[in-house]
């Protein structure tokens, strides 16, 4: 397949490595993954449980990552709070915050159950504080104008809900995910689509916590530079655009940016080709970004290795 064909999902950065990510690509060639995606492809109500504890669990570990200098993630109840959880069934990471600070709202968004999404288990005493939206966000518009070709039927699109829109969210969760019985070509603008929604709705200076996998492939590697680039980064990124030139850069350059590349799907769905990120870092650029990467990402390489190994 030529270059310029791939998906920035599959592509890896080029001009660097670490020994720790060989490593874990030679365990990956030698694993097979069809037996846990059938698993989840296909989850009951025990399972659709084990996985509600789990993501309490980690979100449990994600809050308490900076404990010790007294950087939690969620704080104790002595102060309003408000967080966007994205991708939020079955509803685990909600479940911790909720209840740890009795006083925080929420709003969580959602595929419906009906359309293939998980099944909302938030427990009944919290549903109060949630509010939740049932909604594919992929069909949310999120460009200043759209225009399509003559040849094209406009695809449905329904305007971004204005509660996601007053910019009051501390924190935002970024845990949706494609699903593998939708259309393939919509993986990519489900990954823009939740990435512009919390640019758009978080409080500047809040905390964002996104899930990202294969830090080696382009697409990862420019999410976790522009992460980077605008917060204090750990793995969550922190005061997002708080700082006045981190606040120009997400107003002037990330979300006019995305929207741009959000518009430029011609009626379509596709996936991310090289060059459309370019606007973040040019693939140049982040080859020189390898040594922060791998610094950055390390430990992860080495934790997955552990857990293939074992």
């Known amino acids: 397949m030529p270059t310029e064909l791939q998906s920035l999902h599959v592509n890896s950065v080029p001009g660097w490595g670490s020994d720790d990510l060989q490593h874990l690509k030679?365990?990956?060639?030698?694993?097979?993954?069809a037996t846990r995606q059938q698993t989840a492809d296909n989850a009951g109500p025990e399972l659709q449980q084990i996985w509600l504890k789990k993501m309490k669990k980690i979100m449990n570990q994600i809050d308490n990552s900076g404990a010790s200098d007294r950087l939690w993630v969620v704080p104790f109840s002595n102060r309003p709070f408000r967080f966007l959880d994205l991708g939020c069934c079955p509803g685990g990471f909600s479940t911790y915050i909720l209840k740890k600070n009795k006083e925080c709202t929420s709003v969580g968004l959602s595929l419906d159950p009906t359309q293939g999404g998980?099944?909302?288990?938030?427990?009944?005493?919290?549903?109060a504080r949630q509010t939740v939206i049932f909604a594919d966000m992929t069909t949310f518009h999120l460009g200043e104008n759209t225009i399509y070709?003559?040849?094209?039927?406009?695809?449905?699109?329904?305007?971004?809900?204005?509660i996601l829109l007053a910019r009051d969210f501390d924190l935002v969760l970024l845990d949706a995910h494609?699903?593998?019985?939708?259309?393939?070509?919509?993986?990519?603008?489900?990954?823009?689509?939740?990435?512009?929604?919390?640019?758009?709705?978080?409080?500047?200076g809040g905390t964002i916590v996104m899930?990202?996998?294969?830090?080696?492939?382009?697409?990862?590697?420019?999410m976790l530079f522009m992460l980077d680039m605008l917060s204090t980064f750990y793995v969550i990124a922190r005061g997002v655009g708080g700082k006045p030139d981190r606040r120009l850069q997400l107003q002037d350059v990330i979300i006019p940016g995305l929207k741009r590349l959000w518009e430029s799907r011609d009626g379509r769905a596709r996936r991310l080709l090289a060059g459309d990120l370019?606007?973040?870092?040019?693939?140049?650029?982040?080859?020189?970004?390898?040594?922060?990467?791998?610094?950055?990402?390390?430990?992860?390489?080495?934790?997955?290795a552990s857990a293939l190994e074992a």
């Open 118 to 127: 998980h099944p909302y288990l938030l427990e009944e005493s919290l549903r």
């Open 178 to 204: 494609h699903l593998r019985n939708q259309p393939a070509s919509t993986a990519d603008l489900l990954a823009i689509s939740q990435v512009l929604i919390a640019l758009l709705s978080i409080k500047f």
């Open 149 to 162: 070709p003559d040849d094209l039927i406009q695809p449905v699109t329904i305007p971004m809900p204005e």
């Open 211 to 222: 899930k990202l996998a294969s830090p080696d492939t382009q697409y990862t590697a420019t």
């Open 26 to 33: 030679n365990l990956k060639r030698k694993n097979t993954f």
């Open 278 to 304: 370019d606007f973040i870092i040019d693939n140049r650029q982040l080859e020189g970004y390898g040594a922060r990467l791998n610094e950055l990402c390390s430990c992860v390489w080495q934790l997955q």
